[in-house]
Nanobody, 131 residues
Framework: QVQLVESGGGLVQAGGSLRLSCAASGGIFSVNAMGWYRQALGKQRELVASITSGGVTSVGRTNYADSVKGRFTISRDNAKNTVYLQMNALKPEDTAIYYC????????????????????WGQGTQVTVSS
């Protein structure tokens, strides 16, 4: 079972920066992609950024929500099993709980078949941007 532990959230003024970290452990060898989602108060959880596992010679493909393109950067350190989200030029609308996500390939997990893959979630870290 994959465990995900986030850190790095906090309170920052608009225009400031924060870096979130997500340390993964336990069964991470078959994780295909990792990402960051966020959920603001009263809103649905949404994808912020994701990065595929890549390989020996690949850093992985990245994907970003339109609202964060050019401001946020997702990266991973395979040696440390850690994914980062560098957030620059933060806006009040970035305020949310940010969750780390790890996704495995379709298959059987815990006795059931998951055709879209199996996902693990961290506990979340609060990011608050003041205006």
């Amino acid at each position: 079972q994959v465990q995900l532990v986030e850190s790095g959230g906090g309170l920052v003024q608009a225009g400031g920066s924060l870096r979130l970290s997500c340390a993964a452990s336990g069964g991470i060898f078959s994780v295909n992609a990792m990402g960051w989602y966020r959920q603001a108060l009263g809103k649905q959880r949404e994808l912020v950024a994701s990065i595929t596992s890549g390989g020996v010679t690949s850093v992985g493909r990245t994907n970003y929500a339109d609202s964060v393109k050019g401001r946020f950067t997702i990266s991973r350190d395979n040696a440390k099993n850690t994914v980062y989200l560098q957030m620059n030029a933060l806006k009040p609308e970035d305020t949310a709980i940010y969750y780390c996500n790890a996704k495995k390939s379709p298959g059987y997990y815990y006795g059931s078949y998951y055709g879209n893959g199996y996902e693990y979630w961290g506990q979340g870290t609060q990011v608050t941007v003041s205006s």
